[in-house]
């Protein structure tokens, strides 16, 4: 049982590169996330997406954009990278949108220099 | 608006000690979800439980306990007889519909032999 999958665990990025990071799951769930977590702010919604085709933004959507063309994946795409945007990025998924249990994916530590 | 609020950044306690994480909630919302999530130090999100509005009754899951209080917007939640293992950030959550799930800042548990 795969879960859910991010690409890649690790990524450095010189400042105005774009990049995107990939997050897959298998548990054919509707709803997916995006989070960021930076030290002593938790962790922050930035996109959210509700089912296939669907998207809307959350906390800090800037700088970020998301597409959904398939339930599995929910790819997050950094347009031109910003030191600010160096944080750790959480994708999740769920059967029953933000009032269920959410599975996250292992993270991905992004640098940008 | 969602608002979750963990006042304690940090708590160290010596093993078997018990300890009480708090978690405030602001919402508008009569419908809405509380959650608790473990993060270890490795670094993965874990869900804990799971808590509708409707549903204020205390629950006990081994060495975890909730108290959620309507009355003062507060879903705290305790470990008995702290360990080792216990050490992690725990994160609490609200959210009022099917898109966003709000986190608290977390409150960093170091438990001591």
């Known amino acids: 049982n795969a879960g859910v999958t991010q690409t890649p665990k690790f990524q450095v990025l010189k400042t105005g590169q774009s990049m995107t990071l990939q997050c897959a799951q298998d548990?054919?769930?509707?709803?997916m996330s995006w989070y960021r977590q930076d030290p002593g702010m938790g962790l922050r919604l930035i996109h959210y997406s509700v089912g296939a085709g669907i998207t809307d933004q959350g906390e800090v959507p800037n700088g970020y954009n998301v597409s959904r063309s398939t339930t599995e994946d929910f790819p997050l795409r950094l347009l031109s990278a910003a030191p600010s945007q160096t944080s750790v990025y959480f994708c999740?998924?769920?059967?029953?949108?933000?009032?269920?249990?959410?599975?996250f994916g292992e993270g991905s530590r992004l640098t940008v220099l | 608006a969602q608002k979750v609020t963990q006042a304690q950044t940090e708590i160290s306690v010596v093993e078997k000690e018990d300890v009480t994480l708090d978690c405030v909630y602001e919402?508008?919302?009569?419908?809405?979800?509380l959650f608790w999530y473990k993060q270890p130090p490795s670094g993965e999100l874990v869900f804990l439980i799971r808590r509708n509005s409707f549903d204020e009754q205390n629950e006990i899951s081994g060495r975890y306990s909730w108290n959620f209080q309507k009355s003062t917007s507060s879903f705290n939640f305790t470990i008995t007889a702290s360990q080792v293992v216990d050490s992690a950030v725990y994160f609490c959550a609200l959210s009022e519909d099917l898109g966003k799930l709000i986190f608290g800042t977390g409150t960093r548990l170091q438990v001591f032999p």
């Open positions: 548990m054919n769930h509707e709803y």
């Open positions: 999740a998924s769920s059967r029953q949108g933000a009032t269920g249990e959410l599975f």
């Open positions: 919402t508008r919302d009569t419908t809405y979800y």
